[in-house]
């Protein structure tokens, strides 16, 4: 059974400083999502990374994939206020959810 | 935006009485999701659709059945609601499998 796990699941930071959401997985797999989502928000597709070693840019967000170590990392680059919401990983064919980072920056 | 429709958007319902949620698509996409969203819990996988009348169980199926009688139209029907099964659900669509989910705007659902 494919298990999903994120962290830290919560992270208050201060702006401009640099960190990173960790993503491990149980599984083989060949695919990751990233998604983002604001409180009482739908979800929003960040990311989809799609081979060992693929590595995808987006503004502040920085996403990358070790399908070998079965690990995926979020990196945020001086972080701004806007970024706070909570960020999902997920993977797999059936596409399993982490529990979710809650990131909190603080101006 | 992808077009994906969620219905309704919120629901109070008793125990014990059937409900049926709704998620219609125009994007003519092949998978469909079904995810339940619970604090504490992120999101599971309830059943997803990889065509019409294909469909197949998630992380926390039981107490929940779907159909697929049509590519736009993938229903999640909870037979006997219980007070376990309030929670906000997304419905999902995807594609391809090489590309990202779009979700819908979720469906508020309270059982008392």
């Known amino acids: 059974e494919l298990k999903v796990e994120q962290n830290p699941l919560f992270l208050s930071m201060q702006e401009g400083k640099n960190y990173t959401i960790y993503c491990n997985y149980s599984?083989?797999?060949?695919?990751l999502y990233w998604y983002r989502q604001d409180p009482g928000k739908s979800l929003e597709s960040l990311f989809v990374?799609?081979?060992?070693?693929a590595v995808k840019q987006e503004g502040r967000l920085m996403a990358s994939l070790d399908t070998k170590a079965r690990l995926s990392t979020l990196h945020i680059t001086a972080a701004v206020h806007d970024l706070s919401a909570t960020y999902f990983c997920?993977?797999?064919?059936?596409?399993?959810f982490g529990k979710g980072t809650r990131l909190h920056i603080l101006p | 935006d992808a077009g994906i429709t969620q219905s309704p958007r919120h629901k109070v319902t008793e125990t014990g009485t059937p409900v049926t949620l709704r998620c219609h698509q125009t994007e003519n996409h092949r998978y469909m999701y079904w995810y339940r969203q619970d604090p504490g819990h992120g999101l599971r996988l309830i059943h997803y659709s990889y065509g019409v009348k294909d469909t197949d169980k998630g992380e926390v199926s039981d107490g929940y059945s779907v159909s697929r009688s049509k590519t736009e139209d993938f229903l999640l029907t909870l037979e006997s609601a219980t007070s376990s099964q309030t929670s906000v659900y997304f419905c999902a669509i995807q594609g391809s499998y090489n590309s990202p989910l779009h979700f819908g705007n979720g469906t508020r659902l309270t059982v008392t």
């Open positions: 997920a993977v797999d064919r059936k596409i399993i």
């Open positions: 990374l799609l081979s060992n070693g």
């Open positions: 599984t083989t797999s060949d695919r």
